[in-house]
């Protein structure tokens, strides 16, 4: 390597006299604006390239600007308050800022300029490092894999995601999470209750049943909402098929649950809302008959008397109960008392409001999964602050919170690949109907088997 090259024109002159001879235009070469600087301390290559304004490329600055234009800064008489970088750390997946936020601002205001922040980093101006030019073939073509590299990098978006705890965490990304992350049996946790529900950009993401009884899923129509509760359902019944038994309750018409109506652990189904009310009913009713010969038999729940079985009541559009004050202090009740005796539910609303999302559902049931919404007033009902109407419209782009929070992209599934895997599970319902544990009760699209959960 010749010595190191600090301006644009070195540059030129080094790319000219080494790559004539392999042919390359000058003009080729001439619209390369790169700075290449090697540093013999290390050893290693960094390439950069500065597109514009000299603080470009240097995230921490660019932050800090932000904050300054966007009016994040506070006055307190003749003096400027401004928002406090306390630490930052490199990861390999990208940069942790750690802020102290001045008094007189909020988290929130701090979300409220997401997207400034965001289009902010993505300015076009790149850097190239060390481990980028390992991927850089070093041949006769070296000026079209240099191109190349360069428009990676101009495309890439960096993505953040802000938290506080005190202290107000940035985090700046490298590469964009996944847009799409196909379901497959082998992110299976067979025999366990616990569900594959997103990947954040480290790590997949479970929700165990035994630890969070019961899941809200809410988020604007067509982001991700039927597919993640298909997810769940066929990785419940694959993962505890003999264990696991279901309520379906599909208020916007079956479409989503269909393929799952002949399963043998599907034990109702109902599109209807009176079949809601029947349904929940019934639920409620062997809840209590279980619960009380667990607490008869000395036991705490489910777990401590080392019963297997489950069952799970999951409603599509749940907001459509709201009118019905029986279903809902019912649903309530379930919510309540279900995780002693394992009943546990699932339940998603394109339409979080304070009725359909009610206090006492949400005392009950800590852990959330929130895909984009169109107000902070929703994020705030659903995950109790904003940021989901910051998430980047993508569809399977949600929050998950349970203990913690992240952003994640929920898997997505094929109905084909249901259904293949479905197969060995669905049985003649019209057969098990006529035999003696199982009873038809109900309306037409509603199937009450008989059998407790003891027997
Ligand atoms: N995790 C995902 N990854 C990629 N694409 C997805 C993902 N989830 C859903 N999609 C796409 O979005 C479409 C709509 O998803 P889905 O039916 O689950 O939305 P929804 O939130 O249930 O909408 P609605 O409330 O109107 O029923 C799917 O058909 C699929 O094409």
Redesign the pocket.
Known sequence: MESALNSTSNLEGYLLRKFKRGGVREEEVNSMIFEVVSTTIFGAISLKAYLSKNWEGNDSKKINKIFALSGLNVKDGKQTLTTQQLRKKDYDWGTEYCYRIPLGRSFEDYLEKQSALEAGLNTRSIKLQFKDLKSLKLDRDIISNIKGLRSKKLTGNKEIEMSYDGLLKIKVYNEPLSK?ILWNKEFLKVDTWKVLIGFNRTECIYHDFDKRKHLIIA?A???????IMKCIIISLILSKPDDVTFSLIDL?GGSAFARFKNAKQVINFGIENYEALEILKDIQKKMKEDYKKIVDNGFEDVVEAGISKRHFVVIDEAADLVDSKECMEILTDIVRKGRGAGYYVIYAT?YPSAEAISMQIKRNIPARLC?VLDSSTASKTVLDQGGAEKLPEI??RGIYKNVSQSII????IKNDDIDSLIKPYIVDKKEALNSETVKRQTGKDTVIFEKTRFS
Do not use: A, M, W
């Not at 129509?221 to 597919?227: A, D, E, I, L, R």
């Open positions: 799409k988020g129509t067509g982001y991700g909402k039927s597919v916007k394109q895909f569809e399977g992209q929920t898997p997505l």
